[in-house]
C-alpha cells in the first residue's frame, strides 16, 4: 500500500508529541521521508535539495503550537513551500497586447503541443469569445499542419491555409498577416517538434521569434518528463524565452513533480494543465492541488 509522505510524517512525529520547538535531529529524520516522496514525485534531484534546504530552514526551530501535532505542522510547513515554489496563485494567458496577440507554443515532439494549441483557441473561441487563428509552422513532419486543419474543423476555429513548400518563418509571418487582415483576435503559432533538444531546432524557434514578436511563448512539456524536465526547460527557456509552461497528461499517473522542477529552474510560472486528449480538456494551474498531489 501506498503510504503518503503527509501520514509517513506524521508517523515520524508521533512519538515527539509535547516538545516544544523542532530540533535539528527530528528535521532531518523528516527530510528524509521529504527527498523521498518528492523523487517518487519526479521532482528533479537539484530541486529537491534546495526545496529540503528551504524546508529544514524553515522548520528547525519552529516551535510546535498545541493545537497541532509536530507532524501535522511539519506537513503543513513543507505544504506552505511547495505552494511558494509553485506560485501561489494561477497565472492566466496574458493577452493584453494589440490585437492579433501572437502566442508562440513550443516543445518536443509529441508533448502535445498541437492538442494545446487547439485547447487553447477552444477555450478562447467559446469561453472569451475571442476569434482566434491557428497556425502550424511544422514542415517536418508531412501531417502535421492537416492534423491542425482537423482540430480547426472538428472545433470550429480557422486555421492558416496551407501552402506547400513555405519554411516556418514564412509561414509565421503569413499567419500574422492573415490575422492582421482577417480582425482577428489572436493568432497561435504551433511550431515544430523533435524527439530531443537540438541546435536547429533552437535556431528555428529563435527565428520564428523573432519573425512574429510572440506576446506569450509556451513550452508544452508532459507531466511525465521526470528528471529530464529541468534540462528541457532550461534550454528552452535559456534560447527562445519562455513566459510561461502548459502541462499536459496530468490526467495520467504523474505525480506533477515536473512543474515544481520547470517552475524552480526557470522561474517562469505553470499557466495551463492539460487533463485529456479530447479538445476541451484544459484547465488553469492551480498551485494548491499540485502540492497536494505532491505531497500525496
Ligand atoms: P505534439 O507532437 O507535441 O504536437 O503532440 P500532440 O498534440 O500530437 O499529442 C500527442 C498525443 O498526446 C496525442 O495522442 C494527444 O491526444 C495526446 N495528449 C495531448 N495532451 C494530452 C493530455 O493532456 N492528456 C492525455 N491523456 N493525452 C494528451
Do not use: C, W
Amino acid at each position: 500500500m501506498f503510504e503518503s509522505l503527509s501520514d509517513r510524517l506524521s508517523g515520524i512525529f508521533d512519538k515527539l508529541t509535547g516538545r516544544g520547538a523542532l530540533s535539528e535531529n527530528d528535521v532531518n529524520e523528516a527530510l528524509r521521508e521529504i527527498r523521498r516522496a518528492l523523487i517518487e514525485a519526479d521532482v528533479a534531484l537539484p530541486v529537491v535539495r534546495s526545496f529540503t534546504d528551504k524546508v529544514r530552514n524553515r522548520a528547525v526551530g519552529a516551535e510546535v503550537v498545541k493545537s497541532v501535532t509536530p507532524g501535522q505542522m511539519v506537513v503543513k510547513i513543507v505544504h506552505d513551500q511547495l505552494v511558494e515554489m509553485l506560485g501561489t496563485e494561477a497565472e492566466p494567458l496574458d493577452l493584453n497586447a494589440p490585437a492579433p496577440v501572437p502566442i508562440m507554443m513550443v516543445g518536443l515532439q509529441g508533448s502535445g503541443k498541437t492538442t494545446t494549441t487547439a485547447k487553447i483557441a477552444r477555450r478562447l473561441t467559446r469561453r472569451d469569445k475571442r476569434k482566434v487563428l491557428m497556425a502550424s509552422l511544422d514542415t517536418r513532419r508531412p501531417a502535421a499542419q492537416e492534423q491542425l486543419k482537423i482540430l480547426g474543423e472538428q472545433n470550429d476555429i480557422d486555421t492558416l491555409p496551407i501552402i506547400q513548400g513555405q519554411g516556418p518563418v514564412e509561414i509565421a509571418k503569413r499567419a500574422i498577416s492573415a490575422a492582421k487582415l482577417g480582425g482577428y483576435d489572436v493568432v497561435l503559432l504551433d511550431t515544430a517538434g523533435r524527439i530531443h533538444i537540438d541546435e536547429p531546432l533552437m535556431v528555428e524557434m529563435a527565428d520564428v521569434k523573432a519573425a512574429t514578436r510572440p506576446h506569450e511563448i509556451l513550452l508544452v512539456a508532459d507531466s511525465l518528463t521526470g528528471q529530464d524536465a529541468v534540462n528541457l526547460a532550461q534550454s528552452f527557456d535559456e534560447r527562445v524565452g519562455i513566459t510561461g509552461i502548459a502541462l499536459t497528461r496530468m490526467d495520467g499517473d504523474g505525480r506533477g513533480g515536473a512543474a515544481l522542477s520547470m517552475r524552480a529552474v526557470t522561474g517562469k510560472p505553470v499557466k495551463l494543465v492539460g487533463t485529456g486528449e479530447k479538445a476541451d480538456a484544459l484547465e488553469d494551474f492551480h498551485p494548491k492541488r499540485i502540492a497536494d498531489r505532491i505531497l500525496g
